[in-house]
């Protein structure tokens, strides 16, 4: 999604109004199990309720939330938020995690997507079999020898389908390192 | 993010980037600057190198890959480096080698526009540029596409040399230039018509 992210896509930044920031808070701790624990501290830590947000839109409907200058979370069209990987980085726990083998690592940081073979490989891992996730989860994806995640997608199909079919696109890469948004440290 | 304090309840998890390819440290492998990233963190920060880079460390992530796939993967990195390593001084060379174009054209009578090229191509900004242009001149100076698309500077008036000084100058935005930048001046006269009149009433 990002891959050929500039500066030329980023439209103007707006302040957002006291309610709809109200809404998107909301959404996001819907969204976020780890925003919602211990009365979404975690919330509270990285966008103060007090300090309002700025909504950033870019082409191809894509909105981007900033705090200081500082992209917290992107939205393309209405699908979920989903967290910068410099959030992510700093707090881990946000996404579910799943892992890739190392042979995949370059490829990943090329911007492609995740193959199946490269999460059931020895060096991958997915989640087992009664923790699956469906279709359509957004995760972290970690890879095999290293501390913090690589790249964030979306499951193509639940982990468990991943698991049997083991062929082709698993995982759509959304953001990954060294991308477009990626070097943005701010905005 | 950055207000890093005592008021925090959930811990952040340390992270280090690099300063050169702005991976995580852990990433700079798959960089197309490793060699770079490397000599920056031994000189920056000599423990995550040796925590990285000695011995112990490289067999241990190692990993489920097997060593023929594991030298595939280093040469396709130093491949990669190469290469972009090729193009950064391609760019640097073109940089090098790039004019600024300054054109001075007449509109009517005794109005003359100042057209400046290429000034996008050392990185100089262009708005923060106009508007320091317009400043100086006190004149109206603005960023337009020219019919090739490419953007250049239109300065009201005929202020040629005094703009060709201010680059040599170097002030402000336009810092950024290298010394001494070549710097082309056109003349473009809007007498065509006349000209070309004048030579019907020759053949006649």
Redo the contacts between chains.
């Keep these: 999604m990002f891959a050929k992210f500039d500066k030329t896509q980023i439209g103007n930044s707006t302040a957002i109004k006291s309610s709809v920031q109200r809404a998107i808070r909301q959404k996001l701790l819907d969204q976020f199990e780890a925003l919602r624990?211990?009365d979404g501290?975690?919330l509270?830590?990285?966008w103060p309720k007090k300090e309002s947000i700025s909504l950033i839109k870019c082409h191809n409907q894509l909105q981007l939330l900033s705090?200081?200058g500082?992209p917290?979370f992107f939205q393309s069209h209405d699908d979920p938020y989903v967290p910068t990987l410099?959030?992510l980085?700093?707090?881990?726990h946000l996404l579910p995690p799943v892992t890739v083998?190392?042979?995949a690592?370059?490829f990943l940081?090329a911007g492609a997507n995740v193959m199946s073979p490269g999460l059931t490989?020895?060096?991958g891992k997915l989640p087992p079999t009664e923790q699956s996730y469906p279709a359509n989860t957004v995760v972290a994806i970690f890879a095999?020898?290293?501390?913090?995640p690589?790249a964030i997608g979306i499951c193509k199909t639940s982990t468990e389908e991943i698991k049997k079919v083991n062929k082709g696109i698993g995982i759509d890469t959304l953001h990954f390192?060294?991308d477009g948004l990626?070097?943005f440290?701010r905005i | 993010?950055?207000e890093a304090s005592t008021s925090?309840?959930?811990p952040?998890?340390d992270?280090v980037y690099c300063g050169i390819?702005?991976?995580?440290v852990?990433?700079c492998e798959?960089?197309n600057s490793f060699k770079r990233c490397k000599q920056w963190l031994e000189e920056e920060l000599p423990e995550v190198y040796i925590s990285l880079y000695s011995e112990n460390a490289l067999k241990?992530?190692?990993?489920?890959?097997s060593v023929e796939?594991e030298k595939k993967?280093e040469q396709?990195?130093a491949k990669n480096e190469a290469k972009a390593e090729k193009k950064a001084l391609k760019e640097i060379e073109q940089k090098k080698s790039s004019k600024i174009t300054i054109i001075r054209e007449e509109r009517t009578k005794r109005k003359v526009t100042t057209h400046i090229q290429n000034l996008d191509a050392f990185s100089v900004e262009l708005k923060p540029a106009a508007k320091l242009f317009a400043q100086k001149f006190a004149t109206g100076a603005s960023v337009t596409k020219n019919p090739q698309g490419k953007d250049e500077i239109v300065v009201q008036g005929d202020v040629t040399d005094e703009v060709e000084d201010m680059l040599h100058a170097r002030q402000k935005v336009l810092s950024v230039l290298p010394e001494k930048v070549k710097v082309i001046k056109e003349d473009k006269k809007k007498k065509k018509a006349n000209v070309e009149g004048a030579e019907d009433g020759h053949q006649e």
């Design positions: 624990e211990n501290a975690l509270e830590q990285i705090f200081n500082f917290l410099r959030l980085h700093l707090y881990p083998d190392r042979g690592i370059r940081i490989s020895k060096g095999e020898g290293k501390d913090h690589v390192i060294g990626y070097k440290e | 993010m950055a925090q309840v959930v952040q998890k992270i390819c702005q991976f995580p852990e990433y798959f960089s241990d992530k190692m990993g489920s890959l796939a993967l396709d990195v």
